[in-house]
């Protein structure tokens, strides 16, 4: 096909506009598309700068305490280092004496917890300052960071939460694990387990019984055990457990990694509101007779 080009008043050429002056079918549709792809790519960029930043602040933090603790260097060392590396990267934030010290203490309170380490590279140093300088906690400073990384929390927003006892709330909601587990994985428990869980990706009916939900779940195991946090294990259904010599048949029996105990999972249909329900029982051996200790967590699944 010959395509004839115009040329324009200014004398430059141009392909010919639609015959009827506007633009052809689709083309919003396709405009859409491209700026959506550019987003995407400027907040993919966005996430491997800031990544980068906070290993480079963790890495500074890193190289200052090795020299302070080892070396016993001053601390006028610090502002040495502010002022030259300034002088050296000219309108580069972040080098000021201040936030070198930060640094330190950073790499400091989280080196020693390899679960953390990791987590504090996804979300910005602001945040981290935030949350480092408010929650002293280990298990509070991994529910706020993965809680800013999920929902996209502004600092401010985070700062509330923190201040309106988010992470307290979240662990005191629907369980009695402070009576019955050992004070030592009372909340790495509660942190095990969601407020609420979408399962509508089972495609249940708007009626259904306790069997029909297990056998779906069962069907789709691998995508239940991910909506759960990924770090459980599925052991069996309908699995019979002996406990004080009496018989107890689960109807999903679950093992999470981490904590090394068992859940086990009642499904309950006919639930207020038309919402099924998750009961977790956790199933913990005691190590002074061998015992279980059964603890439960009600939660809503949608």
């Known amino acids: 096909m010959r395509i004839t080009k115009t040329k324009s008043t200014d004398g430059k050429e141009s392909l010919p506009m639609n015959p009827s002056g506007q633009t052809p079918a689709g083309y919003g549709t396709l405009l859409g598309e491209i700026k959506a792809r550019i987003r995407s790519a400027q907040y993919e960029a966005l996430k491997v700068v800031n990544t980068e930043m906070i290993a480079l602040y963790w890495d500074i933090g890193r190289m200052i305490q090795i020299k302070l603790e080892k070396e016993t260097w001053g601390k006028s060392v610090v502002a040495n280092l502010s002022r030259d590396l300034q002088e050296e990267f000219p309108g580069v934030a972040g080098f000021s004496a201040s936030n070198l010290w930060r640094m330190r203490v950073f790499h400091g309170e989280y080196a020693e917890f390899e679960k953390l380490a990791p987590l504090v590279r996804e979300i910005g140093w602001t945040h981290n300052m935030i949350i480092m300088e408010k929650c002293k906690d280990p298990q509070e400073r ?37 009576k019955t587990l050992p004070a030592k994985y009372r909340d790495q428990a509660k942190l ?17 019984c306790e069997r029909e939900m297990e056998h779906v779940i ?16 599925f052991l069996g259904s309908q ?37 099924s329900s998750v009961v977790f029982i956790v199933m913990w051996r005691s190590a002074s007779d061998g015992r279980f200790i059964k603890c439960a967590s009600r939660l809503n699944a949608t």
Not at 192 to 207: P, Q
């Open 142 to 178: 991994e529910f706020y960071i993965k809680m800013t990384r999920k929902f996209g929390w502004s600092k401010s927003v985070l700062a509330l939460q923190i201040e309106n006892q988010t992470y307290e709330k979240t662990l005191r909601n629907q369980t009695n694990f402070l």
């Open 218 to 233: 069962l069907a789709k195991i691998e995508r239940f055990l991910r909506e759960m946090g990924g770090r459980f294990a």
């Open 239 to 275: 699995y019979r457990l002996e406990i004080n010599r009496n018989d107890y048949f689960i109807d999903l029996l679950l093992y999470h990694r981490g904590l090394r105990c068992l859940f086990a999972v009642e499904l309950l249909c006919g639930a207020p509101h038309n919402r």
């Open 192 to 208: 095990a387990v969601k407020d609420e869980y979408t399962f509508d990706f089972l495609e249940l009916g708007e009626e259904h």
